[in-house]
């Protein structure tokens, strides 16, 4: 998977920081070949700053 997709990042704020807003982008990426209990799934969450 190439993380550089924009259609699989979304931004979320984390409030503001000493220096300003803090705001980061988001992805979750199944892993469906993982094992998990019932009603939960595998995921990888990824956090990065997104491009000013």
């Known amino acids: ?3 550089e997709n924009t259609n699989v990042w ?3 704020s984390a409030g503001d920081g000493a220096h300003g807003r ?3 982008a988001w992805a979750q990426v199944s892993l469906p070949e993982r094992e998990a209990s019932d009603g939960y ?3 990888l969450l990824i956090r990065r700053r997104p491009n000013r």
């Open 1 to 3: 998977m190439s993380t």
């Open 10 to 12: 979304e931004v979320r």
């Open 22 to 24: 803090r705001e980061y």
């Open 41 to 43: 799934f595998t995921a």
